[in-house]
């Protein structure tokens, strides 16, 4: 099991930049496929991004491409999730996740963070 730790969340302007942190102790997380998901209350979970173990694929949901980046740093045990041209559609709790395989369904995913909060204001 890792545990899962994200950070960076917070308020800003619509077409500002957020950069989101998830550390990960335990099982290093090197050793799993990372994935950032969001979710508005009342609303199911959604997928954002995923990143494979060795930092070198990625895929992305269509409303975020080409204004999120993810990427990992394994010997940090850290993963990213820079957010820039945000719009007040992004307000959400945003979550990582571990898992084994690359996928975009919550489900394939065990281990989660407790979530950190961005609120993007029009």
């Known amino acids: 099991q890792v545990q899962l730790v994200e950070s960076g969340g917070g308020l800003v302007q619509a077409g500002g930049s957020l950069n989101l942190s998830c550390a990960a102790s335990?099982?290093?997380?090197?050793?799993?496929?990372m994935a950032w998901f969001r979710q508005v209350p009342g609303k199911e979970l959604e997928f954002v991004a995923y990143?494979?173990?060795?930092?070198?694929?990625?895929y992305y949901a269509d409303s975020v491409k080409g204004r999120f980046t993810v990427s990992r740093d394994n010997a940090k045990n850290t993963v990213y999730l820079q957010m820039n041209s945000l719009t007040p559609e992004d307000t959400a709790v945003y979550y990582c996740?571990?898992?084994?395989?690359?996928?975009?369904?919550?489900?394939?995913?065990?281990?989660w963070g407790q979530g950190t909060q961005v609120t993007v204001l029009s």
């Open positions: 996740a571990a898992g084994a395989l690359p996928r975009t369904m919550h489900i394939a995913y065990n281990d």
């Open positions: 335990g099982r290093t997380c090197g050793t799993s496929v």
């Open positions: 990143i494979g173990r060795s930092g070198s694929s990625m």
